[in-house]
């Protein structure tokens, strides 16, 4: 499969469920949906009971009426691959999506202890991070966001946990389009990699991904901007990582703003791919943006 396939399946994946293949993928995409359902009342305790359990390596004792209530096959929670180091960090990610102060409490009281066994050392971070998440949640304002964010860069971390952390508040902010923060950004990725150049090309991303949100105050037709010139990125690996960024964030969008943009793109590739034929990128770039008006429109 070339790169333009490559980028192509990952902006497709999220709407086809794809986006956690690979090892412990289903049971992550499962986790995620049981998070959403956290939301409702009536399947909120079951949600949030089931993700604990997991997240604590002991699914064996998820209760059956928590299945039930969330349509799940019975047992199937109880299968051993759902006491994987990866699927348990997709509980704790999944509890801190939901911001909901029960699982900010668990977060809140996960200790390295219930890590323990864990040789990867992935899960006291994955819990670091969902903790932040859930708090990053209840803020709403952009302005305020950002400066938990940075605050997060200033905080003092273990030596675990230190590195994912930092790299995710990081992240957030670029993802952001926190203009303020480049100056701080910057630093934080050279005084975490001194010396390499993954600290400057860090750098070159995040601010480029920040150029682009500042283009209009729309997300998504700030973001639909990126594919104005998308000849000319393809022509370049920081071009094409730009394009699947600018992807991954206006798929999970859902606005008129966001739908126009996506059938706006549709439209403007088929016209390029009528005048070159001959051009394969172009094809393979048609062929996966009308799968996802066609996924969208289900």
Avoid at 27 to 56: F, H, W
Avoid at 94 to 121: I, V, W
Avoid at 235 to 251: D, F, M, N, V, Y
Wanted: aromatic share 4%.
């Amino acid at each position: 499969m070339n790169h333009a396939s490559l980028i192509l399946l990952a902006i497709i994946a999220p709407l086809l469920g794809m986006a956690d293949a690979g090892p412990g993928g289903p049971q992550c995409t499962m986790l995620n949906k049981i998070g959403a359902m956290a939301a409702a009342e009536p399947t909120r305790s079951a949600a949030l009971g089931v993700l604990e359990q997991i997240a604590k390596g002991d699914n064996q004792n998820i209760a059956a009426d928590w299945e039930k209530q969330l349509g799940v096959t019975p047992a199937d929670l109880h299968h051993p691959v759902y006491s994987n180091v990866v699927v348990r960090e997709c509980a704790l990610r999944s509890l801190g999506r939901t911001g909901l102060p029960e699982a900010l409490d668990f977060l809140r009281n996960f200790s390295l202890s219930d890590a323990a066994g864990d040789k990867s050392e992935h899960l006291w971070p994955a819990a670091q991070i969902a903790l932040r998440e859930a708090l990053l949640s209840g803020i709403t304002d952009a302005g305020s966001r950002a400066a938990f964010l940075e605050n997060v860069l200033n905080e003092p971390h273990d030596a675990m946990s230190k590195g994912a952390v930092m790299l995710w508040a990081l992240e957030e902010l670029c993802d952001a389009g926190a203009t303020s923060a480049l100056p701080r950004i910057r630093q934080t990725l050279s005084d975490l990699w001194t010396g390499h150049p993954f600290a400057q090309d860090e750098a070159v991303f995040c601010e480029d991904r920040v150029q682009v949100l500042t283009r209009d105050p729309d997300r998504a037709r700030a973001l639909g901007s990126v594919f104005g010139s998308i000849a000319s990125l393809e022509s370049t690996p920081e071009g094409k990582r730009l394009i699947q960024w600018a992807s991954l964030q206006l798929i999970p969008l859902h606005s008129p703003s966001a739908d126009a943009e996506i059938e706006r793109i549709a439209g403007d590739l088929a016209v390029q791919a009528k005048n070159f034929p001959k051009d394969g990128e172009l094809a393979e770039a048609k062929k996966f943006i009308d799968a996802i008006l066609a996924a969208r429109r289900k």
